[in-house]
């Protein structure tokens, strides 16, 4: 397969699963009828933060492709993170399970630095790449348990 075709089929596998999960939560979107805490971004930032965090996933999990460095435990923490991550929607807004979500979230944090770790011990560029999601899905942890608060 060609690096072009690789890199295509790397990104857009993520950024599927982020608009499949998109549909499902967007009749449940309550986002904007909540009690936020100081520092909530507007609803508009989330589906734009969430586009370029899957295609860095995808480009960093190409790199890895591309280099032959995909192992099964490379593939085993980047598929985990992206179903605990397509999970924590449906659970915080189709569910309305605020607490199980944070819950959720912090496990997907770990899976997160997890797979940073395991990435950059192949590539540090493909590592490097995935630290702005682990700092948003800090910020959405933060985020997560805050609305809990304040909405319970």
Partial sequence: MSKLKLFAKSIFIPVIVGGLVGLII??????????????????????????VLYVLMGISYGILQSNSLVDSEINSIYYAQLFVNALW?????????????????????????????????????????????LLWTLFATYLNIAIYLLNK
């Fill in 89 to 133: 929607p449906i659970f915080f807004f189709v569910l309305k399970w605020r607490l199980f979500a944070f819950v959720w979230i912090i496990l997907l944090a770990i899976l997160v630095i997890n797979m940073i770790v395991k990435f950059y011990s192949k590539n540090k560029t493909a590592g490097l790449i995935q630290i702005p999601y």
């Fill in 26 to 51: 967007s009749g449940s979107m309550d986002y904007g009828s909540l009690e936020k805490p100081p520092l909530a971004p507007p609803s508009i930032l989330f589906p734009i933060v969430w586009t």
